[in-house]
Every structure is written in C-alpha cells, then in structure tokens.
C-alpha cells in the first residue's frame, strides 16, 4: 500500500527510540527509553524528477500579487521559507505530534493527532513556499490508485503543480474508478490556473466530470465579492457549465484569525449565486473547525468539503460532511507526481450536482406547465412539464441537489422514463390515483353498476336504476397511474356518492338540470341581460324589471359559477333566464326591501295598513290622514302593488300601506293641502321663502289688524303645520306656522 521516497536522510532522533519516516512507525528498539526523549531534525531530500515538475514555475503567470489580498503574506513567507528548497526541519510541535503511539490516539471526529490538515501543506501560488516535491516529513503514506484497503477513491483535485494531463491519463485515472475533477481556476483577484483549461478539456475528454475551485484571501464583503467576481469570470471564459461545483478553498493560514469567515464564505457563495453558479462548496481543514475559525454547522455540513489526512487512512470519516479529502499522496502508474484524493459522501462531486440517487417510489401528479423536463444534470431539455399536465407518474427515485432543489426522476405507466422535473411543478399523491384536480360537469350514469369509495377499489356502493334517471355533479377529477380519470361524483344535496371512472359516465349540459326553486326575487340591478337560452340569445334586459319581484320557479347551477333563475311574473308569463347576481331574493311575495327615505303624505282613508305581508292589520290609513310620514323601504309586492313601510318623527314604525293610498312629497312639509280660509296674525313669526328655512320676511306689528288669504296647508314631518299666505291682491308672502295665526270667521 504505502511507497516511500527514494531517497531519505534520517537525521539522529533519540536512544532506542522507534524511528518516524512519513508518520508511519518502523521499528521499536526500547519502549523503556521513551523518557529521555530528546528534539531532534529529521531531514530528507526527494530526488524524483517526476515529481520536481510540481515546483512553484507557474508564479510567472501570475502577474504582480494584490496588496490587499495577501496582507503581509510576503513578509511572513520571506522570513520563513526565503527560498524554494527541497527540504526542510519539523519543529518540535510537530516532532512530538509524531511520538503519540497509535493506543493513545483519540477516535473522535476532529482527532488531528491521528493525521494531518491542509495548514502543513502550503497550496497558495502567490507566496513562495515548499516546493509539493519536498513535504514535511511529518507526512502521511503514499498510496497506490485502486487499493481496496484505503477509503473511497472518488475524485482528485488538482492545480498548475499537477502540470499538464494528457487525455490519456485521464482516462487511466478513471480506469481506478476516479468520476471527477475538481480543478483549481484562481485565486485571490490576481492570480489564474494556466494550465486550467487544458487541464478541463482533456478530464472531459476522458469522461470525467469536472468542477472548479478557488483559493480564498479575502477578509471583507468586498474582497469576497471581488473575488467571486473573479472566480466567475474565468469559469466562464473556460466554458464551465452552470452545473459544476463552485469551491470556495478557504484554508490560508495568513487570514485564519482576521475575519468571520463563515459570513464571509456565504457572501462568497450568495454572489456566486448572483452570478448564476448555485452549486457552491466550501473547503476547510479540520483545524479551522476545531480552532472556531468557521462554521460548518453554519454553512450547511451538505456543502462542506473537509481535509484531513489520516497517518493510517483505513476507515471512512467525517460522514456527516458532505466530501473528505484524507490524502494527497495517491500515485497513479505511469504518472509523474502524487494526486489529492477524496471521498464523495453526498456524491456531489462524482454528480453534476444532484448528489445520489435516493430511492423513492411515490406517485406524483404534474401541477405545474411552465417546468423544464430535463435529460441530464447538465440541463439538457428533454420536455415541457404542459406536455405531461394532469398526468400521475411514478416517482422512481429522487436527487437533492446541490442547489437546493430537488428533483424526481418520473416514469409513466409503461416503464418509460420521462426525465428529470424540479418537485415544484409536481404534487406528490397519497397513491397511484395521483392528486384530486378540479373539474366541473354534470353527469348520468350510464347503467346501474358499483362505484367506488375509496382508491383501494375494496370499499363500494350500488348505482341503482332510479340513480340512472338523475343527474349527479362532478367537482373534481382523479387521473390515476394506469390512465383511467375517476370522476368525483356528488348529488344536488351536496352528498358524496363516490369515484368513479369517467367513462362510465354521460356529460349532461353545463347549466345542468332545472331545480325546483319558488322563491320570489326583487330584480335590483339593471345591467344584466335576459336570457332566452343557454346558448346566450338575450331575450331582455334587466333594466326593463328594474324593481320588479318575480317569481324564480327554478334554478341552474352552471359550470360557469353562475346561477340563473327562470323568472316569472305574476300572471304566469316567462320572462327567461338571468344571473341570481342581479337580483336579490325576497322572504315571501312582498319582494326585497328597496331604500328610499322619502316623504308621503297619507291622502286616503281607506286603506289598511299592514303588520306584514301574510297581511295582518295593523292600522287604518284614516288614522293617519292627511299626516306627512317618512317612508324608510319600500316593497315592490309580486301582485304588482308597491307597499311603503311608514315612520313618524320619532322613528316609530307604524306599517305597510299600499302607495296608492299616499302621495309623495318633495320634502318633509309634505303635499300642499287646500285651507282656503281668512286668518289674521297672531305672532310676528318669519315667513319662509321655501322648507328649506330661507326666510322670506316677518310679520310686522303692522300686518296683526289686516286680513290675509291662507290658501294651503303643509302638515310637515316635524309635527308643525305651515300656512301658505297670500294677501288680498293676490301676491304670495310666504310659509307661516300656523300657531302664529287666527281663522277669521
């Protein structure tokens, strides 16, 4: 499993102590000695030419490094590592790390001392570091491509220290079961892979699938936008599809303690979103998790790619995540230099982004038709969802994808498979029957036979003969999976009777059938029109009843919402057809109750006045005779007579009497009544120019001996009597109370 280095300087370590070479334990001399450890320098130089190839040259390309991105990056990485060398000295952190023995190793989750992270390994091309051929000794094993005894081997990421990969290689890579690439492309605002897209081309050429990832500096919203901005700018100049993984590779020591990175990662995220890559990652060290530098909770563990690097990678870790990058030192035959190597959990990477396939076998209707069908994960169209509208099929197995979505593989009755459809545009069925969809007709049985009361088919009902004779309403409709629509069926009273299949059913026309109905109805709009029949021939309009109570004998419910009345009136004649909607139905034949507010004056003796419209008496108009009422509502009677319901001034009801027997005035004084009698003037009172309380003049001490002409009499609302004089030439003075005058006998 494990390949060292050709050549190795191991430097003193202690007495009797076992020796360390890439973490691996090689030999014990004297366990008792272990107390006199003492630090030591291990040293050792790789002289495989193959692997030198993964040296820094590409810093060339690079351009001039952003001051703003790097921070003092320059200054730290001088004083430490002045020069690309090809070794290097462990501290004594590191050396003592190494000393654990594998039985005090702890087996928690974030167990760094049983391996190592990214922050012993620099992957930054904008500061000078160790050159990839010369790692830490405190290293981890090389392993072979394909060993059954490592975890998964499902994709590799790579950079410009990869060189280049021929499309033959590629495919050699896959051959060992690698799906996926996940391709360096930037980093910070200055720096691009330049070998990325010959790198992407040939992966896809090989079959692979190929996402992309970015080397994070920034440290404010600004620098993370900017350098999603730029992240995004060379994914498209590369020609990579919205589809592909977009990683956010945060694991620079320099900016470790100098931000919230776990907001910043989803400013990071949220503007590559804007941008039109929703497939985003994130990739972090163990130690920023442990260290609280980031929060993976926080992020969503489902879009996290963790890294570290077991001495003994065996078992499978950090499951809860959604990708695990456990070494970088997988070799291929035939292939200068070693390869990072992960796991794929939510199989996010070796996907287009739909992760894994999660069995499911529900049934789902398709509700939506403005939803794409697709074929594949790379968006490629396969349908409209109009095409399948109504349609029950088979959910085979679901994916969750990346970008939030989730998306269900549908086949149809005949095991055909018809793609891939976003679960928005679906509703998921309790059943094969699929999901209840509105539908409105009315409907006969075609013969007597069973009907169904539940879709299991094991619960039934008869469909008697006398059932055949009637009409039946259907609101809603089940397309089941193997094709048959069952029709929901209710009677007129509102009662379920069952489900049942369309076709053993005979549509009837869509008003329906007639409903005895016999209430009376005041027509109060006049913007409807008369129907002569259901084909919409107006036979009248509205306007031409205005006011009128009709009789509805019967009544349609039609498919179109409306109900329709078939109006008569009182001498039996047919007025045809109109929408209940301009009309107002009555409690009996005395009609609605129409406002009015108007004055009458009671001009008759001989009429009743009514308690109701059943017709008990309630007073006599010769009690009233002559008195101004305000009539509140009025009833346009079905026998043809208008009734005004009467108040007097202090708001008491006093009943219904027929009009005729009233006269309305044009305001409260009431009608002018003849008087014809000599009166003299008792009270200087004004006189009024009209009963709107204009005051025409007064009466003058001078006008008190005279004799004057009142020719009418107005018995207002208020209770007063208003006297109409004139004076002997004939000339009008005004209205007077008449409690102001005397008759002059």
Sequence with gaps: MKRFPKKMLIAALYAGTAFVIFGMRIGFADTESTSETKEAAIVYSETNDSTSSDSQTSHSNTGE??????????ETTSSSNSSETDSTTVDSST?????????????????????LDPTYRSRSDLKVSLSRSARSVSSV??????????????????????????????????????????????????YRNPLAASQIANAKAAGLIVHAYHYSWFTTEAQAKAEADYFVSYARQLNLPTSALMVNDIEEPNIKKKADHTQLSKVFENRLKELGYT????????????DNAIDPVALGKNKVWIAQYPYEPQNQKYTDYSAWQWTYNVTFPGINGTFDMNSDYNKYFISQGQGGAISDGRYATVVKDNYTIWQNFSWTKKADSKAYLGQTLQIKVRYEHINGSTYYSLYDNQGNWVGYINSGGVKVADGPQGNWQSKQTYVKFKEPGTIYRDFTFTKTAPITSDMVKNTYKVTGTYHHFDGTYYDSVYDFSGKWIGYIASTKLTVQTNQGPALTDGRYVTITSGNYSIWQNFSWKVKASSKDYLNKTVLAKYRYEHLNGSIYYSLYDQSGTWLGYMNANGTKTANNAGGAAISSGKYVTVTSKNYSIWQNFSWKEKNKSSNFYGQTLQVKVYYNHFNGSTYSSLYDNKGTWLGYINANGTKEASNAAGINQ???????????????????WKQ????????????????????????????????????????VNESATKVVK
């Design 65 to 74: 490094t952003s001051e703003d991105s790097i921070d003092s990056t320059s």
């Design 95 to 115: 050396a003592e790390s190494e000393e654990k023995s594998p039985e005090n190793t702890s087996d928690s989750v974030y167990d760094i001392s049983s391996g």
């Design 141 to 190: 094993p090389y392993i072979s491509a394909g060993d059954p005894s490592t975890p998964k081997q499902d994709f590799i990421d790579i950079s410009s220290h990869n060189g280049e990969i021929t499309v033959e290689q590629f495919k050699l890579i896959k051959s060992y079961g690698v799906s996926a690439v996940v391709v360096k492309l930037t980093e910070a605002t200055s």
């Design 279 to 290: 497939n985003t990652h994130h990739y972090i060290g163990v130690s920023w998790v442990t």
């Design 674 to 692: 003849s008087y014809h009698k000599k009166i003299t003037f008792t009270q200087n009172f004004p006189l009024w120019q009209n009963f709107s």
């Design 696 to 735: 025409k003049s007064t009466v003058a001490n001078a006008m008190k001996g005279q004799t004057f002409e009142a020719r009418y009499v107005y018995r207002h609302f208020n209770g007063s009597n208003y006297l109409s004089i004139y004076d002997n030439k004939g000339t009008w003075l005004g209205y």
